[in-house]
């Protein structure tokens, strides 16, 4: 039997992964939840699965559960909530799906703790892998990725060795503008960016995906997780999301790794690996006739593709800045500061005009994250 922590449970990887604890009630128990703002879908996953631990972002929020809840649980609130959540003696597995920055320290805590940690917070891995890995060490802790490319890539890259590998791929879905003219993606909107084609994430994941930053910050992530290096590292369009990763050979052969695209897959994998269990969606059917197409990405229409190359082959503090940049030109595109091309420049100045250091602590890369921040920050004022 695991014992959950899972943070983020109110958003998209949050409410999988209760669907798959639903799905094995005898192997997965949750212990504790941690959420940001709603509180009435944390009530309500509260009085289903009865976790003894909770968290939620604010104080008052807190007290409103305290009233609210029709138990009494322990409860916390904020940054020190979350570390409560995941250092609760009963738990042994943490699943980390806090979007951004905000989730680094509770992640690096819990895999200090000797916690098996599924991450679904890429940032904590693009902004501070190295740092994740030594904490992983350093307690025992073992780290595994939601990520669908990332959890694919782990299973074929399970037992290999290394020295027959030429390269890795991750897919990319291409997002909604994956067909648009240059001109047409420039003067792209917050509606169009938010209609993704084949998954269905949070805002700031679609819009990412729309600018295919999701897929460098994946790239990043594959050379922290796998120990790459950016010439071994590839990206495929491949907009039928069914095929995840691939490696290649150096004979030239391949091997593919191919689920339907439902999160709730990795997300189990994470949790049982090694073990394999049923469901929790039907398996793949060949017995209907599929489609799949692959090509390369175009940079000049995705350039933010470009940038997290450019921020792997930078190394220490880069992907940092960009990861953190990226957040602020993103939350001012839906909040309509920004217009949508705005987000690879805001992005592509962050990182020339800060400079990069290699990475030493935990609190020289949120320094970083701050710095870039504050940057990012001034240069969608001066746009407005
Ligand atoms: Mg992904």
Redesign the pocket.
């Known amino acids: 039997m695991r014992h959950l922590a899972i943070l983020g449970s109110t958003g998209s990887i949050g409410t999988s992964t209760l669907e798959v604890v639903r799905a094995h009630p005898e192997r997965l128990g949750v212990v504790a939840l941690a959420a940001g703002r709603n509180r009435d879908l944390l009530k309500e996953q509260c009085e289903t699965f009865r976790p003894r631990c909770v968290s939620v972002g604010s104080q008052e929020d807190a007290a409103w559960l305290r009233t609210n809840l029709s138990y009494r649980p322990e409860l916390h609130w904020g940054n020190q909530g979350l570390l409560a959540c995941v250092l609760d003696a009963a738990v042994d597995t943490v699943v980390a799906a806090i979007v951004g920055s905000v989730g680094l320290a509770s992640t690096e805590a819990a895999l200090r703790a000797g916690r098996r940690v599924c991450v679904a917070n890429k940032e904590a891995l693009v902004v501070g892998g190295a740092l994740m890995h030594e904490a992983a060490l350093a307690g025992g802790g073992e780290l595994l990725p939601v990520?669908?490319?990332h959890a694919a890539l782990h299973q074929l890259l399970d037992g290999r060795d290394r020295a027959t590998l030429r390269e890795v791929r991750i897919t990319a879905s291409g997002g909604p503008f994956r067909d648009w003219p240059l001109d047409r993606i420039q003067a792209a909107t917050v509606e169009q960016a938010l209609n993704h084609p084949t998954w269905k994430m949070g805002p700031k994941i679609t819009i990412d995906s729309a600018t295919l930053m999701?897929k460098g910050l994946?790239v990043i992530e594959a050379a922290v997780l796998f120990g790459l290096g950016p010439d071994q590292l590839s990206v495929t369009v491949h907009p039928q999301s069914q095929v995840h990763a691939m490696v290649g050979f150096h004979d030239g052969s391949y091997q593919l790794q191919v689920c339907a695209n439902d999160m709730k897959l990795p997300i189990q994998y994470c949790l049982f690996h090694p073990d394999r269990q049923p469901g929790p969606v039907p398996a793949y059917s060949w017995d209907q006739a599929r489609t799949w197409t692959f090509e390369p990405p175009d940079l000049e229409r995705f350039p933010c593709l470009g940038l997290a190359f450019a921020a792997l082959r930078a190394g220490g503090t880069a992907p940092a800045l960009l990861n953190a940049a990226n957040e602020v030109a993103v939350e001012a595109f839906l909040q309509g500061r920004l217009g949508f091309w705005d987000i690879q420049a805001c992005n592509q100045d962050t990182l020339a005009g800060l400079p990069v250091t290699p990475l030493a602590s935990l609190a020289q890369v949120l320094d970083a994250d701050q710095a870039a921040r504050r940057h990012a920050e001034g240069w969608v004022r001066a746009r407005a």
Do not use: F, G, K, V
């Open positions: 990520d669908s490319e999701n994946e």
